[in-house]
């Protein structure tokens, strides 16, 4: 009888990993999702909104692309509840804005900080090397 392996966390180098990408422009948001499917190695999901952002993460989304400025919950306050899930990955912020006192501050959270305008290859590098 053949053993099946666990579901835990992925590795990066074997499987392809889950996105999901938050951003309330959605001509933006559908900009990394074209980017994100030229690559090998990604599974991309989306939200347009900081609710839809908690309705859909779980233990199985590697990476969230979170915007900063979103309706109904924020990107920060997104992050501060993102602890009450079962998301364990990396967070990038990605942004218009300059990070303040409040992102910076929860930098054990937030893998990286990301100011738009961003190039398809810096943004693609930073989610591989995860800063």
């Known amino acids: 009888m053949q053993q ?3 579901t835990s966390r992925r590795s990066k180098e074997t499987t392809k990993r889950t996105v999901l ?3 309330d422009d959605e001509e933006f948001r559908e900009t990394l999702v074209i980017w ?3 690559e090998e190695g990604w599974y ?3 939200a347009a909104d900081g609710e839809d952002v908690l309705s859909k993460i779980d233990e199985s989304v590697d ?3 979170l915007d900063r400025r979103m309706p109904n919950l924020s990107g920060p306050e997104v ?3 993102i602890d009450e899930t079962e ?3 990396d967070v990038f912020v990605l942004s218009a804005y300059e990070a303040d006192e409040h992102l910076n501050g929860d930098g054990d959270r937030i893998t990286a900080y990301i100011t738009k305008p961003i190039r398809r290859e810096e943004f693609l590098e930073r989610l591989e090397t995860g800063r």
Do not use: K, N, T, W
């Open 63 to 65: 990476v969230l692309v």
């Open 36 to 38: 994100l499917a030229s």
């Open 87 to 89: 998301f364990d990955g």
């Open 79 to 81: 992050i501060d509840r």
């Open 21 to 23: 990408l938050a951003d």
């Open 44 to 46: 991309v999901r989306e």
């Open 4 to 6: 099946s392996q666990p």
